[in-house]
């Protein structure tokens, strides 16, 4: 994926389309991606591109959308990470061939996607993306949309990454600031950026700061899939600068806020 940093710094949630389907060309680059993606938690994601005239498939907060692709998991411990973590792959790489996508969540009528996903028994299907290409101009409900959930801003980095213990801030330098840049700048459910990260003995250890609200059978935890979305720009930002990136899940045990659970920790090469 070339210049992850640009394609990270200019993706915009697209909640308006043209119409037009996507090219034959686009859509066998995104099949063939799609069987590339793997997370570190080696949980599997099965993708599905659904048409959303044929399977009468839309959203109240869409406009143009041609079709959709849905993610499923099953639903067992770090499922939602993982999750996060690879369906963010795929919105990358669409955006990095001009291709639309928004993470829906909600705002959906849910029982028409997990049937036209094929979702079984004992699988969950947090979200999905609709995939085309933007429309020149945003619709006024797009346009108010994103003033109300304030998507254009993100919480400061000092008050995101730490150094040592919760609250200290962290003071990378410029390399690390450039991976922790296209952390802050992930996208997240209503913009609530649940992620923190602690630097501490060498590691960069990941948090969810939790809020009321974003837990249901149907999507899981929806604050754990930001997370996985945050470590996917994490390592994939290690990685477009040569470096490797060794997971665990060992909590270090440092002290944090009771809203606060640990997700992750990353051992930099």
Known sequence: MNDLKEIIKGRKSVRTYDGQKLSDEHLRLIRE?????????????DFVLMDAKKNGLSSPVLSGEPMYAAGKVLKKPYADVAFGYSFEKLVLYAGSLGIGTVWIGGTMKRELFEKAAGLKEGEMMPCVSPLG???DKRSLKETMMRKGIGADSRIPAEKLFFDGAWGNPLRPDKEMADILEM???????????????????????????????????ATGDLQKIDVGIALCHFCMGLEDAGKNAEISISDPHI?????????????IH
């Open 133 to 135: 290409y933007p429309a």
């Open 183 to 217: 952390v802050r700048l992930s996208p997240s459910a209503v913009n609530k950026q649940p992620w923190r990260i602690i630097l501490n003995d060498g590691m960069y250890h990941f948090y969810e700061k939790k809020d009321k609200g974003y837990v249901n059978d």
């Open 255 to 267: 002290e944090i806020p009771g809203d606060v659970e640990y997700i992750a920790s990353v051992k």
């Open 33 to 45: 991606f799609i069987e590339t993606i793997t997370n570190p938690f080696d949980i599997s994601v």
